[in-house]
């Protein structure tokens, strides 16, 4: 009688894992199927997917073909499985998805020990396939992430010059900034230093922005539906519509801290100094998963309001300083500007031409 309970439980046990795969595989393919803004093709991501697996045990290997999906085990074919003709059918993918996990479960010892981890898994590796920006957040990984948040950073300069280092772009930096404006009055320049940031969020990149133009389109950004613009104006009457700037860039400079920077300089607000971005153009949303999990998708691309968009070739400095040399000896704007990491003098270059530009207007005002 305990063997046939057993049994039972075992097969219950079992069938809640199964359960669970086709779960979390057609939740995680719905969200891609509904919000992505490419053209959708589970068929990438179930591909990249499945030949993850391949690396966990090298005795077994699936093997794609354009119609059907084949088993291998010790060289050995053990099943063909035909795949799925349509490419945006969530539930029909997360059934092919886990037959093939099944069949190659059967075969594995190894990937049997993966039972709980394979739907992610296949997730993990094929999300990406989608491109480089899009991905699959496990939850364990929440909260902690593979990057620390960049810290928020402000000091005065000699000659009344600001020096922020904003770090990640979230409402925590936003609320510092704002109080740091406050705290410093008759500023004759700020250096806003965005080298090394990876971004954030894009309403508070835009926040920060605002302050210092006093109208028009900061950008605007296209999503899935063709020709449908979604614009960001800023507002009229800016505190900070005179005071001269200058942004630090460099290689790593990335989303939507180019978007403070791309935005600045389109509309002659700041003096752009250092080396080209980094060159990521669109936003992506995070979608909550039912097993705790996130998406991250791709569901946007931003364009300045000349329709530039820095995507994949990122933004040229005016004062190209690739490997820290003397201001001076900046590369022209017909030379190419390499990606590469800031360096220490671009601060001193900023400091001078800052103090170049506010001698400058005092001249002009005196006049």
Not at 10 to 39: M, N, P, W
Not at 132 to 156: F, H, V, W
Not at 184 to 194: E, P, R, S
Not at 214 to 235: C, F, N, P, Q, V
Request: proline share 3%; with cysteine; charged share 25%.
């Amino acid at each position: 009688m305990q063997k046939i309970l057993y049994m039972i439980a075992c097969c219950l046990f079992c069938f809640s894992a199964h359960a669970g795969d086709k779960e979390v595989l057609a939740q995680a393919y719905r969200t891609v199927a509904k919000h992505y803004i490419g053209e959708v093709q589970l068929s990438a991501i179930a591909e990249a997917g499945l030949r993850a697996l391949n690396e966990i045990d090298n005795n077994t290997r699936i093997s794609l073909g354009k119609r059907s999906v084949s088993i291998y085990h010790k060289g050995r074919l053990q099943k063909t499985i035909t795949r799925p003709f349509g490419e945006q059918d969530a539930q029909e993918w997360a059934d092919f998805t886990v037959e093939v996990l099944d069949m190659a479960k059967k075969m594995s010892p190894v990937l049997q020990r993966q039972d709980f981890e394979l739907a992610e898994t296949i997730l993990y590796h094929g999300l990406p396939a989608l491109d480089k920006n899009s991905r699959y957040i496990p939850s364990l990984d929440l909260g902690q992430g593979s990057e620390l948040p960049q810290a928020y950073l402000a000091t005065m300069q000699e000659n009344d010059i600001l020096y922020v280092r904003p770090g990640t772009i979230n409402e925590h930096m936003m609320s510092n900034f704002n109080r740091t404006m406050e705290e410093h009055q008759n500023l004759k320049g700020i250096i806003i230093d965005l080298r090394g940031n990876k971004g954030g969020y894009l309403k508070y990149a835009l926040q920060l922005t605002d302050l210092f133009v006093s109208d028009g389109t900061m950008i605007y950004t296209l999503g899935r539906e063709k020709g449908k613009r979604k614009i960001y104006d800023a507002h009229e009457g800016k505190l900070y519509a005179d005071v001269p700037m200058a942004i630090l860039v460099d290689g790593e400079t990335a989303s939507a801290a180019e978007v403070i920077a791309m935005v600045l300089h389109k509309r002659g607000r700041a003096t752009l100094i250092g080396a080209q971005t980094y060159g990521k153009g669109t936003v992506q949303n995070l979608y909550k998963q039912t097993n705790g999990a996130r998406i991250a998708l791709t569901t946007e691309r931003y364009y300045g309001a000349d329709d530039f968009s820095p995507d994949e070739q990122g933004i040229r400095p005016d004062i190209c300083l690739p490997n820290g040399e003397n201001i001076d000896n900046y590369l022209e704007n017909s030379e190419p500007c390499p990606k590469t990491i800031g360096h220490e003098d671009d601060i001193m270059v900023a400091k001078r031409l800052l103090i170049k530009q506010s001698k400058h207007s005092d001249t002009a005002a005196s006049e």
